[in-house]
Each structure stands twice: as C-alpha cells, then as structure tokens.
C-alpha cells in the first residue's frame, strides 16, 4: 500500500506531537486534555499507518528525526568522499521493541589499500563529538586494520567471512538488545539469527546521530554498548570485541573506545545491541 504523505508532513506532525508531549511534562498542559483530544482525532477517523511510522512519542527521547539525521549523514558523506544514494526512509518501518530507532547508517568502500571496515570505523570515530565535559579517548593498543578488526565470522558461508555493507541504508537500531547478555551468549546466536545482526560501526553512527542518547550512557535507560558485531585480535587471539563508554579516568571526563577481553561476563550494564535491515 502507498501512502500519500510526504516525509517533510509526517516530520512536522512529529514536531506538533512533540511539543505536545513536551507541554504536558512541563505543566502547561494537562495530560487529560491532551489524551481526550487525542482520543477524539482517532474517534474521527482511522489512524493512518503512515502516521504511526514517525509518531515520535513511541521512540526514546533521545531519537533524531529523520530529517535531521539525513542533514548529519550528508555532511558525513561530503567529508569522506561518499556519493551513495541515500534511500527513502521505509514508511512500513515498526519498532519491534521499545527502543528500537530508524537510523541512517552508511558504510563506505575499500580505498587505496584501507579496508572499507576500517574507513568506516576511523570516519565516524573521528566525526563523533564527546558529549560536553568530555574528550574522546581511544585505548592505545586499539587498531581497526584488518590485521586487528574484523566482523564476526558468518557461519552460512563456507569462508565464514562476513561483508560489510556498502553504501547508505536505514536500519532498525536496538541499543538495549542483549542487555545483561555476554558477548560470547551473542555471537553464538548471531550464527543462527540472519534478519538482527549485532552492531559495529552502527554503534559510531548512533553516536554521532544520536547525541542525547550518548549523553546518557552508563544511565539506567542506556546501558554502554559492545560493538558484539566486531571481533578484536589481541596478542594472537579474536576473542575479544571493542566497546564504547563514558567514565573518568584520572579526573579526565572520556567518551572512550577500548576492547573487553571479558565476552563471558554478563552485566546488566552493558549491551550488545543490534540491527536489522530496513
């Protein structure tokens, strides 16, 4: 079925439903007024499935619009030289849990000798910014080349070598998937799952896409990802994975990535969140 209204109208009733929500948690309105005239719209008429794509008050608050997330990805794209496509968003998008977010991932290409797994993850590492109060931090012995950064095997290919995605697609983001999980509880699922893949550069893109929702990590709402979707070489081993957090570390405030050699520890803290293609 096609519906007849545009991204820029759904996005502007998502502004008005906002600012709604928003009235009524600051006091200037009451939250029965608001329900009853609600309630009177849907008494009217249908609710179209459209409207329900981009309804706002059913996404964390820390989500971005559509809008403004394209605004960021272009700006991502002229940066590094990336002429992909931006697809339309799919107006058939459902949240399958609570906090699962469109976002607008974009991977690039291999490019003169540099893997597109490690362009991709050096380029949105350095186009994220620390929340305030923060600097950004990198572990010293942390290395995204091929000889240390790599996807997690995928087990339906007899090479068992799993591609990155190439280009600009929207995604479903779950940043609390897993939650409590271990890495390796993961990665042993993630063989028999093809449609929820775990994150790795997703989780930079959210990120950057997401400021408010990096501002909170560490936070009751928002338990620090693993990027479970990575397998990280230390020593002679990949049985490690990178993961991104906010601590203080000899008084200095950082928004960090470091590797976590522990994949067996469940905390319920920590996440391994995912993705499933649009």
Known sequence: MKFRYTVEELEALDIRQFEVKK????????????????QAMLDKTRKPKA???????????????????????KDFMELNGCCAPIPAFPLDFEPQTPTEVPLLAVYLSDRLGIGGIQRTFDAWWK????????????WEGFSSDAEHLKLIPDETKPDKIRKQHSGARWVGFDPNANRGISVRSCWEKASNNT???LTGSEVLMAAKLFPDWVSMLGTGDCPNPNMAGYQFKYSTNWGTTPYMDLTTVGGLNLLRVCVDNKIDTKNYGWACPTVRGL
Do not use: N
């Not at 009451?30 to 329900?35: E, N, P, V």
């Not at 186009?127 to 990198?138: C, M, Q, R, V, W």
């Open 23 to 38: 009235r009524v948690r600051l006091g200037g309105m009451s939250i029965q007024d608001a329900l009853d005239e609600t």
């Open 51 to 73: 409207q329900q794509v981009l309804d706002l008050h059913s996404y964390p608050i820390w989500w971005v619009s559509c809008r403004e997330q394209i605004a960021k990805v």
């Open 127 to 138: 186009f994220i910014e620390a929340p305030k109060g923060f600097d950004k931090y990198t």
């Open 195 to 197: 449609l929820l893949q």
